[in-house]
């Protein structure tokens, strides 16, 4: 992030009530030690926090340089264009360097966002904090007021919009867990841009272009699909077919839906961070990108109609890109290293 950025974010914390920063001494007692660090397959990688037990590992962009001497695992990182962010289950908020983890225990529910600049995470009693992606300097707590959220909830949890810099986090109304209100905010200007009850519903996901919501209602299939202001409505019910189903990701224009079918739900793991199973919105029906199975691990969608599928093979863990058409753009077989990681984002 550059310096015209990060002073354009300060001037915004002095000026607006959105934004409650922190005292230079809270500020250094809990620095987010956000790092970049050079692998030997010349890959930068970014750890920050994460869902309870979780922290984040960026792979390269295609553009990234491989290293003199190394061309296979060069040509292995350039596969596919963008980050693929990976959790590390090691920490609640993990910084993995030459090899040694650090845990941080306040972060977690951590999201990226849409330009890889930002990150956002829960602390306790104090909202949701934002930090510079690249270097962990924490600008300030989104809503206004250090109070406590309710970060226990599992509803609560920050969600960047994948086109711009829109926060969506729900906070619970008067400290009654079962009244949620989802609020959605531009952190770039502090305005608040949506504000609705969340009705029962809750791990609500972005389309893959911002243009709608998904949310799930309890884990048995039933999804409610809206507009970024909450209007609109829709209820669906995906089959469950005997077990729990999770909401895990939504294309552009909310045209399909993947989730986790057979999911068991915890107090660690609310939601799942795997998908095996697409599903029609209109319909509830399954199909399109992924029938079911198949050693699926996870879909994303883009906002420009591409999907994102990571699946075990033979050979190990793939990650492919396919246009609108299920073209394949792109292929990219994982490190090893990686096999027991979830793809919790893609950022094109």
Same mark, same amino acid.
């Given at each position: 992030?550059?310096?015209?950025?990060?002073?354009?974010?300060?001037?915004?914390?002095?000026?607006?009530?959105?934004?409650?920063?922190?005292?230079?001494?809270?500020?250094?007692?809990?620095?987010?030690?956000?790092?970049?660090?050079? &692998?030997? =397959?010349?890959? $930068?990688?970014?750890? +920050?926090? *994460?869902?309870?037990?979780? !922290?984040?590992?960026? %792979?390269?962009?295609?553009?990234?340089?491989?290293p003199p001497g190394d061309d296979k695992k060069g040509e292995q990182s350039q596969g596919i264009?963008?980050?693929?962010?990976?959790?590390?289950?090691?920490?609640?908020?993990?910084?993995?360097?030459?090899?040694?983890?650090?845990?941080?225990?306040?972060?977690?529910?951590?999201?990226?966002?849409?330009?890889?600049?930002?990150?956002?995470?829960?602390?306790?009693?104090?909202?949701? &904090?934002? =930090?510079?992606? $690249?270097?962990?300097? +924490?600008? *300030?707590?989104?809503?206004? !007021?250090?109070?406590? %959220?309710?970060?226990?909830?599992?509803?609560?949890?920050?969600?960047?919009?994948?086109?711009?810099?829109?926060?969506?986090?729900?906070?619970e109304i008067d400290g009654d867990a079962t009244k949620l209100q989802i609020q959605i905010r531009?952190?770039?200007?502090?305005?608040?841009?949506?504000?609705?009850?969340?009705?029962?519903?809750?791990?609500?996901?972005?389309?893959?272009?911002?243009?709608?919501?998904?949310?799930?209602k309890g884990y048995q299939g039933d999804m409610v699909a809206m507009d970024v202001d909450g209007?609109?409505?829709?209820?669906?019910?995906?089959?469950?077919?005997?077990?729990?189903?999770?909401?895990?990701?939504?294309?552009?224009?909310?045209?399909?839906?993947?989730?986790?079918?057979?999911?068991?739900?915890?107090?660690?793991?609310?939601?799942?961070?795997?998908?095996?199973?697409?599903?029609?919105?209109?319909?509830?029906?399954?199909?399109?990108?992924?029938?079911?199975?198949?050693?699926?691990?996870?879909?994303?969608?883009?906002?420009?109609?591409?999907?994102?599928?990571?699946?075990?093979?033979?050979?190990?863990?793939?990650?492919?890109?396919?246009?609108?058409?299920?073209?394949?753009?792109?292929?990219?077989?994982?490190?090893?290293?990686?096999?027991?990681?979830?793809?919790?984002?893609?950022?094109?």
């Amino acid at each position: 992030m550059n310096n015209e950025f990060r002073e354009h974010l300060t001037e915004l914390a002095n000026k607006m009530n959105g934004i409650d920063m922190y005292d230079n001494v809270l500020t250094a007692s809990r620095k987010r030690t956000i790092r970049r660090t050079v &692998l030997a =397959a010349g890959a $930068a990688v970014v750890m +920050v926090g *994460g869902l309870v037990g979780v !922290g984040l590992t960026v %792979l390269p962009s295609a553009d990234a340089e491989p290293p003199p001497g190394d061309d296979k695992k060069g040509e292995q990182s350039q596969g596919i264009p963008g980050q693929l962010y990976y959790p590390d289950d090691d920490g609640n908020y993990t910084i993995v360097e030459d090899g040694e983890n650090v845990g941080n225990p306040w972060a977690k529910d951590s999201t990226i966002s849409h330009d890889g600049k930002m990150a956002a995470w829960l602390e306790e009693s104090s909202g949701f &904090l934002i =930090a510079d992606d $690249a270097e962990g300097t +924490v600008y *300030g707590q989104f809503p206004p !007021g250090k109070k406590d %959220l309710g970060v226990d909830n599992p509803c609560v949890r920050p969600t960047w919009s994948p086109i711009d810099d829109q926060l969506l986090y729900a906070v619970e109304i008067d400290g009654d867990a079962t009244k949620l209100q989802i609020q959605i905010r531009d952190v770039s200007t502090s305005e608040l841009t949506a504000s609705f009850p969340a009705d029962g519903a809750c791990n609500f996901r972005w389309a893959a272009d911002g243009t709608g919501l998904v949310a799930q209602k309890g884990y048995q299939g039933d999804m409610v699909a809206m507009d970024v202001d909450g209007s609109g409505r829709n209820e669906f019910s995906v089959e469950s077919q005997g077990a729990e189903v999770s909401l895990f990701s939504v294309s552009a224009g909310t045209k399909e839906i993947c989730v986790a079918q057979g999911f068991q739900h915890s107090d660690d793991e609310p939601y799942s961070r795997t998908c095996n199973t697409t599903v029609d919105p209109e319909t509830g029906q399954v199909g399109g990108s992924v029938s079911g199975g198949g050693g699926v691990d996870a879909v994303h969608y883009t906002a420009d109609g591409n999907t994102l599928i990571r699946k075990s093979t033979e050979n190990g863990m793939s990650v492919t890109l396919y246009d609108a058409k299920r073209g394949v753009l792109a292929e990219y077989k994982e490190p090893e290293e990686y096999a027991d990681y979830r793809l919790a984002q893609y950022l094109p």
